[in-house]
């Protein structure tokens, strides 16, 4: 959490003003995209049941009262009001029942934000969540739940009112080493968002139509000016691609491991021509898994190289996508029934793949928002029997900051 309360301090002492959607002349790139902080609360009358068992060994069900998240809402709005991607980071959680993680969602408006307009939407989002009971296993899951609702928009402020629904929501849960019991999630969840919409590249829209943007790109680069270093820093979440076949196939009861936020840091070389990004992305992940008196550790740390090619220009939107070449140190921890750790490690390169997207209004720009996406398959550790433990992950940096410190002091911009 202190990560991420680390990057939104960051986004939010940028010099940012807010503006509408509608602009003179139609739809402009320099109002595609923008981003929203705010806050949503969750609540669900009825978090869930679940089954356990009895001082006299039989099995009984379990029901949840209330549950309530509160969250802080990190998004953007895309394609000029009609289309929102966005995150949600719990930071508190009252009631008892599943504890949900950070959430991704797509919400899609038929007519889009507007001043002073109720506009309706429908969604997807990736939730995952976990559940621990007694001396049980964090067992982590991720759900796709349908998402409905209503947005109000007013001179810069949002508020939405939502439901989300589980429709897939029951779960096996080991209720001891040896039995499972059934866990059902609770399958309406209400949601209420306040947002803030800031438009951070609204003032360059006056250069760029009157033609002085256009002018400077090619001067500046063919003196040089616009290869630059830069450096980056954003809240990046894991979601677990691959279950570790070691866990399942000798501690079936305890569950895979689901791993936390964690804060990325970069440092890079932008080629202007051939619109190219160089990156070295430094990260760190870990997760513990405690069921039933047998305990692991898991940690990741990773530098990674990679090299991504811009892949055109669709009003400020600029997809990528290249290779990569990461340095992993991973390591397993484990003990069972309070016998000694033991500990097992892997170090050497990974080959993965990078890819995502920058919102870039113009190539004048000395910062930007970009979210990147990375995958570094077969990342295992050797255990002690020979056989492979799996940490293979999926990384996604939602929004991340990208400076470029020489052209913040260019003294020609």
């Known amino acids: 959490m202190k990560n991420v309360i680390i990057a ?46 009895s001082e006299t060994g039989k099995i009984g069900d379990y029901q949840f009262g209330a549950n309530s998240i509160s969250a802080i809402f990190i998004g953007a709005t895309h394609f000029w009001g009609h ?16 504890k949900y993680g950070v959430d991704l969602q797509m919400k899609y408006f038929p007519w889009r ?25 964090s067992i982590t899951k991720t759900y796709f739940p349908l998402m409905a609702g209503i947005n109000f928009y007013k001179n810069w ?44 590249t609204g003032g360059k829209e006056r250069n760029w139509r009157n033609g002085t943007t256009a002018k400077q790109p090619q001067a500046l680069a063919d003196a040089g000016k616009l290869n630059n270093f830069s450096i980056a820093v954003g809240p990046t979440s894991t979601f677990r691609i691959k ?18 936020t964690s804060l990325e840091y970069g440092l890079g070389y932008y080629l202007h021509k051939p619109d190219m990004h160089f990156n070295l992305a430094y990260r760190t992940f870990k997760s513990n898994i405690n069921a039933y008196g047998y305990k692991q550790n898991a940690r990741r740390e990773a530098v990674t190289f990679e090299a991504y090619k811009m892949l055109g ?83 996604f940096n939602f929004i991340q900051l990208v400076l470029y410190p020489q052209r913040m002091f260019r003294k020609d911009k």
């Open 83 to 98: 289309c929102d991607m966005a995150l949600t980071i719990p930071v508190k959680q009252f009631g008892t029942g599943m």
């Open 313 to 395: 220009d669709y009003h400020g939107f600029i997809p990528f996508i290249g290779p990569n070449i990461g340095y992993e140190n991973l390591s397993i921890s484990e003990s069972d029934n309070g016998v000694a750790p033991k500990n097992y490690a892997f170090k050497g390169f990974k080959p993965g793949i990078t890819f995502g997207w920058d919102i870039r209004p113009d190539r004048l720009q000395s910062w930007i928002l970009r979210t990147n996406l990375r995958w570094q398959p077969n990342l295992n550790v050797t255990m002690g029997d020979g056989s492979k433990s799996a940490l293979d992950q999926l990384e």
């Open 8 to 53: 939104l301090l960051v986004l939010v002492s940028l010099k940012m003003t807010a503006q509408p959607y509608t602009v003179e002349n139609g739809n402009t790139r320099h109002r595609f995209a923008q981003m929203e902080l705010g806050v949503t609360q969750y609540f669900s009358p009825n978090a869930g049941k679940t089954q356990a068992l």
């Open 243 to 260: 279950n570790s076949e070691y866990l399942k196939t000798k501690y079936g009861f305890a569950g895979q491991h689901s791993y936390s």
């Open 157 to 200: 402020h949002q508020l939405e009112l939502g439901v989300v629904y589980n429709y897939n929501n029951k779960f096996d849960y080991p209720i001891s080493r040896t039995q499972v019991g059934v866990a059902q999630v609770q399958p309406i969840i209400f949601s209420a968002t306040y947002k803030y919409t800031l438009e951070t």
């Open 113 to 137: 934000i507007e001043q002073n307009k109720l506009r309706p939407y429908v969604g997807v989002s990736m939730n995952p969540f976990g559940y621990a009971q007694n001396n049980g296993p």
